[in-house]
């Protein structure tokens, strides 16, 4: 669901930019209360395995469409809302920059769609209310399933929306919207269960980090090693190896646009759209996770008979390098905000 910039009008993403902008900068102001030593590190490896889940598109059965998940609600349940947001905000911004996932006029709205519902209505007005009165597996299933399904559906609703008022008439608001909800409905199972799976981990080896997250109150003493551990190496499992066995299948926004207009990609303007996509080529040195010289192998080979699992050494470095640097912008973002906070308490300002 990462919108590309063509999408979009500079009127559309520039006020999502403004909107992004001042939900991050709430966020900035409310995380102090709960940020501590412990939850920084947490935000930097939940963060790079949230990137690396992405790379994952699974197909979607009898549609020929794929989907991957959007992870906004596991940062959220994790972190709590402030910190799934700002976590949310620095993947899809590595993701933008060096990987041309999603354009840079369409930054604002994609860390919208993606962080925004999962993080400030489908987890408190869904997964917190289910789970309120006690946590056990069952909870948290039907908790992460439904809010799942509605963080995405009001994600999905949001593309269609924003690209109805940039005035791209190739994408008809009826039929657009008819086809977004109900692939994004299909997808949004699949991250409800992954989404479950592992919170009920975390769970079972440290129901405190729920707990106390829920609750809005610092990790504190706790020791949470092992689950940085299992996320670390299941971020490096993930955009390592696992990403080989990406589906081929168009995502469910390119397989929506392509069945409303009979496009994959609608062709952009000039002016702005080609600054942005210029500076978007140079920065991107894994454009769609490869090395560029893989990348023009790649799109040269579509049509021809590829394997699968597609083995790629470059696609395995993309993981890798992409996870690195989701944790450390995450780290730096947690790391800057506690200082300024604690100097901030420290000064009676």
Not at 319 to 340: E, H, K, N, Q, R
Request: net charge neutral; aromatic share 10%; glycine share 12%.
């Amino acid at each position: 669901m990462h919108m590309a910039d063509a999408l979009i009008s500079p009127v559309v993403g520039g006020a999502m930019w403004a909107v992004t902008a001042g939900v991050a900068a709430y966020s900035v102001k409310k995380i102090g209360n709960d940020l501590d030593e412990q939850k920084i590190p947490l935000m930097g490896v939940a963060g790079a395995f949230v990137f690396a889940a992405q790379m994952i598109n699974f197909a979607i059965p009898a549609t020929g469409s794929s989907g991957h998940i959007g992870g906004g609600l596991l940062l959220a349940i994790l972190l709590g809302p402030y910190a799934g947001f700002l976590a949310m905000a620095s993947i899809l911004t590595i993701q933008a920059l060096f990987f041309a996932d999603g354009g840079l006029l369409a930054l604002g709205c994609n860390i919208f769609n993606l962080g925004f519902y999962p993080c400030f209505v489908a987890y408190p007005l869904v997964y917190r209310l289910i789970t309120r009165r006690g946590y056990s597996q069952r909870r948290i299933f039907t908790g992460a399933m439904l809010a799942a399904l509605i963080g995405l559906q009001f994600g999905s609703l949001s593309v269609v929306l924003e690209t109805f008022f940039s005035g791209k008439s190739e994408l008809p608001f009826g039929t657009f919207v008819m086809l977004m909800q109900p692939i994004h409905l299909a997808i949004g199972v699949v991250e409800g269960l992954v989404t479950a799976a592992v919170v009920g981990f975390v769970w079972q080896a440290r129901p405190e980090i729920i707990k106390r997250t829920t609750s809005g109150e610092t990790l504190g003493s706790i020791s949470i090693k092992k689950v940085l551990a299992a996320l670390a190496i299941a971020a490096m499992m993930t955009g390592g190896i696992f990403s080989w066995f990406a589906s081929a299948h168009p995502d469910g926004l390119e397989w929506s646009m392509y069945n409303a207009s009979g496009k994959e990609e609608l062709a952009a303007p000039g002016g702005i759209y080609h600054t942005l996509a210029a500076l978007q080529e140079r920065l991107a040195f894994f454009p769609d996770y490869s090395l560029k010289n893989q990348q023009e192998t790649n799109t040269f080979a579509v049509g021809t008979n590829e394997s699968w699992p597609t083995v790629n050494a470059g696609t395995s470095l993309a993981g890798l390098v992409g996870g690195v640097m989701t944790l450390m912008l995450a780290v730096i973002t947690g790391c800057c905000i506690y200082m300024f906070k604690r100097r901030h308490k420290t000064s009676g300002v």
